[in-house]
């Protein structure tokens, strides 16, 4: 391969989706063997064996090109999200909750080391889907009436790391002043942390 302007590169956080971003926190943290050509397959249309067969200076252009990896990921906020067709509005009155949500975003924050591998179904548990009706009102389901698992595996491949941030940071801000109300102890720990992990990283260093 010898030009480069066909490739398409992913150059900032909002082009990145929650299940590209896992991957590339288990690569920046952990002492993964050939790490920055699995970094450029991941934000790039080539496979690994598409990049092995770049030369050495055509790699060093790509890695420039993603040198976004070392920021962390500014949160995008919306009112509402449109992903993969589907629209998502967040549910951030917490002490609306139902119990059963409530009891399964404990669940899935209760573990620290976890919580990274969670992330598309603690959101999947914060946003309720909407049916959008060109002439009536749009209807809001229920939580997990269209089931958690489906949002979930929806937002791990088409959400975006930024909308996702904001979502989680937004929720642990609230969820703070809820507690200090009420007394309940849900792991508050800041989405900040996870994404430190890539901002510590340097690539090619472990």
């Known amino acids: 391969m010898n030009k480069l302007k066909n490739v398409?590169?992913?150059t900032e956080w909002r082009?990145?989706?929650i299940k590209e971003y896992m991957y590339l926190v288990e690569l920046l943290t952990t002492d993964s063997e050939n790490k920055e050509f699995k970094i450029l397959s991941t934000l790039t249309d080539l496979d690994l064996e598409d990049i092995y067969k770049l030369k050495m200076?055509?790699?060093d252009k790509l890695l420039y090109k993603v040198e976004f990896i070392h920021d962390e990921p500014e949160p995008i906020?919306?009112?509402i999200y449109e992903i993969n067709g589907v629209t998502y509005k967040p549910s951030y009155q917490i002490g609306e909750y139902e119990a059963g949500r409530f009891i399964?975003?404990?669940h899935l924050t209760e573990n620290e080391d976890k919580i990274l591998d969670n992330i598309h179904y603690i959101i999947a548990c914060i946003l309720n889907p909407v049916k959008i009706r060109r002439f009536r009102a749009n209807v809001e389901y229920k939580y997990n009436e269209i089931p958690i698992k489906?949002?979930?595996e929806n937002l791990y491949n088409h959400m975006n790391i930024c909308e996702a941030m904001s979502i989680l940071i937004f929720f642990w801000i609230l969820?703070?002043?809820f507690s200090k109300n009420t007394g309940n102890s849900l792991k508050q720990e800041t989405v900040g942390e996870i994404s430190q992990n890539i901002k510590n990283q340097t690539i090619g260093h472990g």
């Open 8 to 10: 398409t590169v992913k």
């Open 15 to 17: 082009d990145v989706k």
């Open 57 to 59: 200076n055509q790699i």
């Open 77 to 79: 906020h919306k009112d």
């Open 104 to 106: 399964d975003i404990m």
């Open 150 to 152: 489906e949002t979930a």
């Open 175 to 177: 969820y703070g002043d």
